[in-house]
């Protein structure tokens, strides 16, 4: 079994600053990708940014030079600081990390519940 748990949503004034954590716990042999990804009312879940193994980021154009993914990975966390938050920013955030249970398993999809990030205007 694994669980991701996130941590750090809440409620924010436009151009203020949250940071977000999930650490993944549970049975891993290895992490490949952990990254998040949110979810607005009414729209579809879309990547917010990403960092591989190793150190490798990618970002979503509309959070570019304002947010900041970073990995821990001896404590299996994912860290994401988000800076200069607008009001569209808002969106349940949710931790993803594609990992091996075991040296025999194939790379599996693991979500965490989410949590909610809320900008004010």
């Known amino acids: 079994q694994v669980q991701l748990v996130e941590s750090g949503g809440g409620l924010v004034q436009a151009g203020g600053s949250l940071r977000l954590s999930c650490a993944a716990s549970?049975?891993?042999?290895?992490?490949?990708?952990m990254g998040w990804y949110r979810q607005a009312p009414g729209k579809q879940r879309e990547l917010v940014a990403a960092?591989?193994?190793?150190?490798?980021?990618n970002y979503a154009d509309s959070v570019k030079a304002r947010f900041t993914i970073s990995r821990d990975n001896a404590k299996n966390t994912v860290y994401l600081q988000m800076n200069s938050l607008k009001p569209e920013d808002t969106a349940v955030y949710y931790c993803?990390?594609?990992?091996?249970?075991?040296?025999?398993?194939?790379?599996?999809?693991?979500w965490g519940q989410g949590t909610q990030v809320t900008v004010s205007s």
């Open positions: 993803k990390a594609v990992l091996k249970g075991s040296i025999r398993s194939p790379l599996r999809d693991y």
């Open positions: 960092c591989t193994s190793g150190g490798t980021t």
């Open positions: 549970g049975t891993i042999f290895s992490i490949n990708t």
